[in-house]
């Protein structure tokens, strides 16, 4: 049995993430295909606009025949945490044979040459990292830099654009384990990951995010072309029934979870350092909204994406402490006709399956069903601010079935 993974946060599932998909079981040759996805809170800092259960359904009626969950630890961390957590449970289900990702480079071997040289940083070449950080360059810009000094121009892969930073951490991630999974690269279609305006059929996920954003009166005609029919169908329904997210619907929360912490520091949070920390309380009374707050203490070398990481962190009490790969496989959804997967995941995974959370007690350790109750409640802010803002029921997931299609 051929298995291909992938990992994604499909926020939403667009036609750029179809053809991903489709394209790498054909060309893995794969007899399934596995999705790990991030949960209700993704890796740029920010809550999914729509939840889980609804992306991993989006998922399913498109190709994919198993939705597993990507634990917040790891989905909202940095890319080397969020592609080593993903790579640790992907190792530990034991029937992986493929993983596949977009890379704007397209090119797998001057990935994995780029992989290895970061994966073995010299003396010589932390010396020139450093140096270039001194200058208030951002990090991926540093790395970039340190390297070209070093390689010129044989290491060709750039490590500003964020899919092949994942790419790379992917690679790393893959090595480092000693992985048995071949990695494969698809050159990503649609257009780049940061693009605002829609451009036709492979828009980004950003611009479908924006396009919604702006729109007032629930017309997303402009957004259908965009997206499967199935996963616009069901991005319509939520729409209707007030279900979409964005960050600054966690303003409040956030702004009391800063509050509380004045006195003790945030330092202890995960990816906040000292220097963070106090720039952070410093501008505490101009605290006005997630989003603005995140305008104002991004900094030249630290971007508005690491900032919202750290806020969100600090809003779902992520600490430096609680950054391990999880030791358990929750399943959000799969396929009736992938039943034969889901067979032989059972009998070669080498941590515990949820499938009910009822069952969770018998299944887990003390310390891994403190993993998952944690992950439980920090779905719960999500679903808990969902309905306070936008005047829903409370989602309560010990009574939400998997989704099976």
Do not use: W
Request: overall charge neutral.
């Amino acid at each position: 049995m051929r298995v291909n993974a992938i990992i994604a946060e499909y926020n939403p599932f667009h036609n750029g993430h179809l053809y991903q998909l489709n394209e790498s079981s054909q060309q893995t040759d794969a007899d399934y295909t596995i999705v790990l996805m991030s949960g209700n809170f993704v890796q740029r800092g920010a809550p999914a606009i729509i939840d889980k259960y609804t992306r991993a359904k989006m998922t399913l009626l498109n190709g994919a025949d198993l939705v597993l969950e990507l634990p917040s630890y790891s989905a909202t961390g940095s890319a080397e945490f969020f592609a080593r957590g993903a790579i640790s449970l992907l190792n530990n289900l034991g029937i992986v044979t493929t993983l596949s990702f977009g890379s704007e480079c397209g090119n797998l071997s001057r990935l994995l040459d780029t992989a290895t040289v970061l994966s073995s940083e010299s003396p010589e070449f932390q010396t020139i990292l450093k140096k270039h950080l001194s200058t208030g360059l951002t990090y991926p810009l540093s790395l970039q830099k340190a390297l070209q000094n070093l390689y010129g121009s044989s290491l060709t892969v750039d490590i500003t654009q964020p899919n092949n930073i994942l790419a790379l951490e992917y690679c790393k991630a893959l090595m480092q384990t000693d992985s048995t999974i071949t990695p494969f690269t698809i050159t990503r279609k649609d257009t780049g990951y940061h693009e605002t305006q829609l451009s036709g059929s492979l828009s980004s996920a950003n611009a479908i995010r924006l396009a919604l954003g702006s729109t007032n009166d629930n017309d997303l005609s402009t957004l259908q072309n965009t997206m499967p029919e199935s996963a616009y169908d069901l991005l319509v329904d939520s729409v209707r029934k007030n279900h979409i997210m964005c960050s600054n619907d966690f303003s409040s929360v956030l702004h009391y979870c800063l509050l509380t912490n004045r006195v003790s520091g945030l330092e202890h949070y995960l990816d906040v350092t000292s220097d963070l920390s106090d720039r952070i309380q410093k501008h505490l009374n101009d605290f006005e909204t997630y989003e603005q707050f995140c305008e104002l203490i991004k900094t030249k070398n630290i971007t508005y994406a690491r900032i919202s990481r750290c806020l969100l962190h600090i809003l779902l009490g992520i600490t430096k402490e609680d950054n391990t790969p999880a030791s358990y496989i929750r399943i959000l959804g799969f396929r009736k006709a992938a039943k034969p997967l889901l067979s032989s995941l059972k009998s070669n995974c080498n941590l515990p399956l949820v499938t009910k959370l009822a069952d969770a007690e018998k299944l887990l350790s003390s310390k891994d069903l403190q993993h998952l109750q944690k992950e439980l409640s920090i779905s719960r802010i999500y679903y808990s601010v969902r309905a306070t803002q936008h005047h829903v029921s409370m989602l309560n997931e010990y009574k939400q079935p998997i989704i099976i299609t």
